[in-house]
Structures are given as structure tokens and as C-alpha cells.
């Protein structure tokens, strides 16, 4: 080869060697895209200095396709990206946070690539970004936290009683005898005035003489002794219009009528014909029956939905399609130890007199609270025992736990009177691998300002196997799964039981007949889960059709 061939050699190696790297440079910016909010025609900021490095967003939205260029570039843990200047700390998988790996590549958790995780993130704010794949496999839903007005709904069952206010009860103002008894039985119904008993009252005939006598003595000071005499008629146990009564016919009556002060039942007689009776002896028992009282039974869980005064409907099996109206009087400070149930006091109104004590009533409470507060459907929020939380959505596929208070539940929702403001979105469903995505251990620890406990290095992993199946039995530590062939694992499609994972780890509302893709390894026990995801229908679908 002559020296003009060599050289020509050398420039045509050195012409694609730099095309070469404007192919790499190029494809360090297409691979970024739009979503990174890099300009393709910007120069690439080289350096760690301040001046160099390009804002760092809130979440980073390219996900795996920074895994990708970080392959093609050969770049790792604890170095610089060109793309944005900032130092990658560690690369993970979102569904396995709590590994840690030093070199982009593949998840061998999950069919996805591992995440860099960089300096100076939002990290450290215990929340997580999952991209739409993701979301759209584990069916994440969200809604919006309004305000709104409960209503608290309860429904109680009680029994029909007397009400104890409208009771009254007739008594002997003297000692007599009863010579006539006019009601005999108890439960007869009797009107306001309805004559009850005759009584004979001997201890009259004295002073009703006296005062005949007084009136008819004539004089100017006669005045007092005719007062007198009326008052010692009066402390016999004369009213004062059985005084006028002798007063305007100037004859004796030792005889009166009991009479009922009120209508209504009558339950109790204890006066018979010819029995004598005694100065304040109850001779009648009478009930009002205008309104009765409905006594409630309400668990105690749901006593702090109850007010005084909310309104009440009630209907018996005795009246079918009869309504009865009324409120809550009172809440008693008496709990059943046997059914943990609180009594409300009812009172409604029974104009036809169709409620009847002893009967069986099915209540509806309701209760509309006049002030607005936040609402979320109840599902959203996590209960942990010792706190509540809810997963909120923010852009870019980023979620975070919030701490809050909540306060009653009505209708599926839920008040929260804490930690949320109207407009943010919440997670509905699917919260729960969030949730354990997000490590709300450490999360729990900077919410009670506590440094979280240093990470304790992982046993060497055994062998993780993935698999798509349907749940044929839930049991209380183990789920049946009917199951295609696992190559992996060596084996063939069957339906076989797995050992449930770590309790709180399982997601809510499970159940046979439902499609899910599960993670889980050969333990010395048997098959043991780690990982369990509800399939949303248009992957149970694809996967059907492929199979």
C-alpha cells in the first residue's frame, strides 16, 4: 500500500469515528425527548459547577429511558448525566424500592428497567414517580378531595315505649271510700275529662257544715270566720271548684269524681269498688299516646354520627308503607356491654295512635351538617392503626403520602379535617402497592421528626419468579392460583397454593375469580408471594389473548 493509500485510510477512519460520536451525541438527546423539557438544539452543559448544571425537575419523568441512554453511554452510580449535570446516587426498581444496584440494567424483579435515582430529587419527600405503563397495569384510579356536606346516614332498629313526659298519675286528695269505678281495665283509652271513679269522702261533711253554718250567721265581722271555713274545706282536699260548687248551691256533697286529666292509656288502676283509700294513694295510671318514644339501638361506632335533634324516619311490618316521623331527643349515657350498642332516645309522632308500645321499628337516621368540609371516597384513605393516610397524585406520574385527620363517613366518603386542601387528587385504588412502593417506614419516621433507622444490609435474595394467574381461594395465610407454566421456576400450569406475603403487603378488595400478576420464590416452606397486583381488565384481556 502506497503512502497516499495510507493516508486516505486515516482520514476516512477518522471521519467515521466522529461521526460516529455526533450519532451517539444525537441519540444522548432523542432518547431524553420532550418529556425532560431539554431543548434537542441546546448545548450540552459539561462540568458539576453550579453554572453547568441544569435545573433538576421535581420527578424525573424518562423513567427507563434514562436507564437506556445511561447503558448506551456507559455511565453508573456515583457518576455525572451529561443530560442534566446532576449526580445519579443509586438505580432501583419503584415496584422493589428498598434495593439498591451501582449499574443501570434490568430489573430482576420485574419486566422493566431499573430508575436512576439522582441528587438533589425530591426523594427524600417519601414519595415516588410510576410511569403510565405501570399505572395502567396495577389500574390506578384518582379522584378529586371537594367540600361538600355530609349527611350521615344510620339505620338502628329499636321498640316502641311510652313516652315517660306525657305520663299522669291521680291520687286520693282525702281519706274515702271508692263507691263507683267507671274504668275497670288497664289499656282502655280515655279522653281529656272522661269520668274514672266516684268517691265518698266523709272527712267533708265537717267543714262543708261549717262553712253552710258561718254563712248563715248575720254581722259586719263575719267576713273572716266565712274565709276560714273555705280554707279549712280547701285543706280537706276540696278543689277549689268543689268549693264554689258548695258555695253557689249552700248544700253539702261529700261525693267526687275522679276525672282523667289528659287522653291517652290508661296503665294502672289500683282503686276497686268499696275499698278505702288514702290521703295521697295513686288510684289511676295514665299514659299519653300522641307520641311515643322509639328507643334505638346504634352501635358505638357510628354514636358520633348522631346529634340531638336530627330527623328520623321510622317504619314497623305492623303498618306497611306508613312512615313515621320524629327526632332524636336525646343520646342516654347507657352502653349495652352485651351488644356494645348506644340508645337514642326518638320521639315521634303517632296521631292514629297505630304505634303501640312493645312494637318493632326500623330506623333511618339523617343528619345534614350546615358547615362544608373535605370529602374523599373512604376508600382512599389508609388506616394504619396509628395514623390515617392518602396517597396524593401530582403531575407527572408522582405520588406522595399525606398524613391526615379524618372525621365521620357518610355514603363512601369521608371527612378529612386535615391534610388535604380541595382540588388535589387522591388514589383510590391500587394505594396500597403505592403505599409500599413509596417505604412508608422511613416516610413514618420524618412525620414523627425521627431520624429513620439506618438501612440494615439485604440477605442474599433467593430466586424471584413472576407469573400471571387467577386467584381461586384466598385463605387466612395462603391463596390458591390457578396459574400458566412458569419456565423459570420449572414448572408447568397448574393450581397450586402460595404462602401469603408479609401482612399489610396483600392489596384490599381480592377476591376468587380475580386476574393478577404475582412475584414469589421456593422457600423452604413451599411457594412463598412477595408480590401481588390486581390486573386491570385490558391486561387480563391481552394476557388471555396471548395465551
Known amino acids: 500500500m502506497t503512502s497516499n493509500h495510507k493516508l486516505a485510510a486515516i482520514a476516512v477512519a477518522a471521519a467515521i469515528a466522529l461521526a460516529g460520536y455526533g450519532v451517539f451525541r444525537m441519540g444522548q438527546y432523542s432518547a431524553m425527548g420532550p418529556a425532560a423539557g431539554i431543548d434537542p438544539a441546546a448545548p450540552v452543559a459539561v462540568g458539576t459547577g453550579p ?13 427507563e429511558e434514562a436507564t437506556r441512554r445511561h447503558i448506551k453511554a456507559g455511565i453508573k452510580a456515583g457518576e455525572v448525566d451529561p443530560a442534566n449535570g446532576h449526580k445519579i446516587l443509586y438505580y432501583h426498581d419503584p415496584m422493589v424500592p428498598g434495593n439498591k444496584f451501582d449499574k443501570p440494567a434490568k430489573s430482576p424483579f420485574m419486566d422493566m428497567m431499573l430508575v436512576p435515582v439522582y ?79 266516684e268517691l265518698y269522702v266523709p272527712d267533708w261533711v265537717a267543714a262543708q257544715q261549717e262553712y253552710l253554718a258561718v254563712r248563715r250567721l248575720q254581722g259586719p265581722d263575719l267576713g273572716p270566720l266565712v274565709e276560714g271555713a273555705k280554707s279549712r274545706m280547701r285543706l280537706a282536699g276540696m278543689t277549689e271548684e268543689q268549693v264554689r260548687g258548695v258555695e253557689a248551691s249552700g248544700r253539702l ?36 299516646f300522641a307520641t311515643v318514644w322509639a328507643n334505638a339501638e346504634v352501635p358505638e361506632s357510628q354514636a358520633a354520627l348522631l346529634r340531638p335533634g336530627a330527623r ?51 330506623m333511618s337516621f339523617s343528619d345534614m351538617r350546615p358547615e362544608k368540609s373535605i ?33 365521620i363517613e357518610s355514603g363512601g366518603q369521608t371527612e378529612i379535617r386535615k391534610g388535604l386542601q380541595a382540588g388535589q387528587r387522591v388514589v383510590v385504588s391500587s394505594q396500597f402497592l403505592i403505599d409500599s412502593e413509596a417505604s412508608l417506614k422511613g416516610v413514618e419516621a420524618r412525620l414523627n421528626n425521627e431520624p429513620a433507622a439506618p438501612a440494615v444490609p439485604a440477605a442474599p435474595a433467593m430466586p424471584r419468579h413472576q407469573g400471571e394467574g387467577t386467584i381461586r381461594e384466598i385463605g387466612k395465610d395462603s391463596m390458591a392460583i390457578a396459574h400458566g407454566p412458569l419456565p423459570s421456576a420449572g414448572m408447568g400450569a397448574m393450581t397450586m397454593e402460595f404462602k401469603l406475603p408479609a401482612p399489610n403487603q396483600l392489596p384490599r378488595n381480592l377476591a376468587a375469580g380475580d386476574r393478577i400478576a404475582f412475584e414469589f420464590f421456593l422457600g423452604p416452606d413451599g411457594p412463598q408471594l412477595t408480590h401481588v397486583s390486581p390486573m386491570s381488565a385490558a391486561a387480563a384481556a391481552a394476557s388471555g389473548s396471548r395465551k
Do not use: C
Open 375 to 407: 370529602v374523599v371516597p373512604t376508600e382512599a384513605v389508609i388506616h394504619t392503626g396509628k395514623r390515617a393516610v392518602v396517597i396524593v397524585a401530582e403531575e407527572n406520574g408522582r405520588f406522595r403520602p399525606v398524613e391526615v385527620q379524618a372525621g
Open 119 to 197: 441528587a438533589g430529587a425530591d426523594t427524600d419527600q417519601g414519595g415516588i414517580t410510576v410511569s403510565p405503563r405501570i399505572q395502567q397495569n396495577l389500574g390506578v384510579r384518582t379522584a378529586v378531595a371537594s367540600e361538600d356536606m355530609l349527611s350521615p346516614q344510620v339505620s338502628a332498629v329499636g321498640s316502641i315505649a311510652f313516652n315517660e313526659r306525657e305520663q299522669a298519675v291521680i291520687q286520693a286528695r282525702a281519706t274515702g271510700y271508692v263507691e263507683r269505678l267507671l274504668v275497670r281495665a288497664t289499656l282502655d283509652r280515655v279522653n281529656k275529662g272522661q269520668a274514672l271513679a
Open 253 to 288: 256533697n261529700p261525693r267526687t269524681t275522679v276525672v282523667a286529666p289528659g287522653s291517652g292509656l290508661v296503665t294502672e288502676i289500683a282503686a276497686r269498688e268499696g275499698m278505702a283509700v288514702m290521703p295521697g294513694a295513686t288510684l289511676f295510671r295514665i299514659s299519653g
Open 312 to 362: 328520623v324516619k321510622a317504619q314497623t311490618p305492623a303498618t306497611p308503607g306508613v312512615v313515621y316521623e320524629g327526632r332524636v331527643e336525646t343520646l342516654l349515657p347507657d352502653v349495652s356491654t352485651a351488644t356494645r350498642t348506644i340508645k337514642a332516645r326518638v320521639e315521634l309522632a303517632n296521631p292514629r295512635g297505630q304505634l303501640i308500645p312493645g312494637m318493632f321499628v326500623s
Open 51 to 63: 453554572a453547568a448544571k441544569a435545573p433538576l425537575p421535581q420527578s424525573i419523568p424518562e423513567g
